[in-house]
């Protein structure tokens, strides 16, 4: 009898070990409400009952060879909400920045149009860009509940000239990741969703495992047929208007302008389908933006379950990362703590 006593604590111990092992560094807890949550970038009171978590995202993907006058670190605070239907999490960090200038295009002293760009040796831009913020769910790749986003982060791969690639380690395992870009998504209310899998081919995809979901992204070069100056602009834009063309506002391009004034570069539509499951509204006041987000706890449609994580066992936990970019095309900020949300 000693001896099966022995046994099972032996064995209990050694599953609290196993699970133990794969403990998250932060867990992010969503609360239950029954309030209607009004997405526009503010807190309402229904908040208040959510408990914040505080990640400090300090670590930077490469250093360009040009420059990076970016942020080095910041806060991200979150909280998550859920109810029958949705999950809602309410995001904020400081940013000294508002950055929206996306290749926006200029107008020169000779009367003719130039789209500014500043692209380092990898090809990509930390000067005229926009500011995005990156959420990575986990949904079936091996070693993320440890490693977090770094498990399909791959840097200095021989004969590639980019800082660093997207791809899982084997064919069957995906990860979801909600890309929210300031200028070509979210005015639009929405992030566009993402997701990445094992393929390392470029000819197949010239993003490797970075792919979109199913469905329509809704954005475009904002470039007339010779590329030597924009094919539209707004009709009476505001401040942020001038750096991305909105359907409702869209009139083609008619030149009164004068030297300096600036057209966008992009132009932009909702996404569709699957690429629009994730809803958004921002805010930026007094150097700080704020990320109101929805999304159904389940997805549908083709390819659901591939390319989204679904949190329909709410007594599991989801495993997540996220990165800030600030003005950068690809390099971002990002944690080494391993993060979890679980639903109470």
């Excluded at 660093?164 to 929405?190: C, N, Q």
């Amino acid at each position: 009898m000693k001896k099966n006593v022995l046994c099972i604590v032996a064995l209990m111990v050694a599953a609290f070990v196993a699970n133990s092992a794969f403990a998250a560094d932060q867990t992010l807890y969503s609360a239950e409400t029954s309030s209607p949550i009004l997405l526009d970038g503010k807190a309402e009171s229904a908040w208040d009952k959510a408990k914040e978590i505080v990640v400090t995202v300090d670590q930077l993907v490469y250093e360009p060879n040009n420059g990076y006058e970016g942020m080095k670190e910041t806060d991200v605070r979150i909280k998550s909400l859920h109810d029958e239907n949705f999950v809602y999490f309410l995001i904020t960090y400081k940013d000294p920045t508002k950055s929206l200038a996306r290749f926006p295009w200029v107008k020169q002293k000779d009367g003719s149009w130039k789209k500014l760009a500043n692209k380092d040796t990898t090809g990509h831009d930390n000067t005229y860009y926009e500011d995005k913020f990156s959420i990575y769910w986990n949904i079936n790749t091996k070693g993320f509940e440890s490693e977090g986003c770094m498990i399909s982060c791959h840097l200095d791969i021989e004969g590639d000239t980019s800082a660093g690639r997207k791809f899982t380690a084997s064919a069957g395992e995906t990860i979801d990741m909600w890309h929210a870009k300031y200028v070509r998504s979210l005015p639009m209310g929405m992030f566009d969703d993402q997701y990445v899998d094992s393929n390392t081919d470029p000819k197949k995809n010239k993003s490797w495992g970075r792919k979109g979901d199913t469905g329509k992204g809704g954005y475009k070069n904002n470039d007339n047929a010779d590329k030597t100056a924009p094919a539209y602009m707004n009709l009476n834009p505001t401040a942020d208007e001038q750096y991305y063309v909105i359907p409702s506002k869209k009139v083609p391009f008619v030149d009164t302008f004068k030297e300096g004034d600036i057209v966008p570069g992009i132009s932009i539509a909702p996404m569709q389908g699957g690429r629009a499951d994730v809803l958004s509204r921002i805010e930026y006041k007094d150097g700080q933006w704020t990320l109101e987000v929805k999304r159904a706890l389940r997805t549908k449609g083709k390819d659901a379950e591939v390319h989204d994580v679904q949190f329909i066992d709410k007594t599991k936990a989801y495993p997540f990362g996220i990165a800030v970019f600030d003005n950068s095309q690809i390099n971002h900020l990002f944690h080494n703590d391993t993060l979890e949300l679980r639903f109470k």
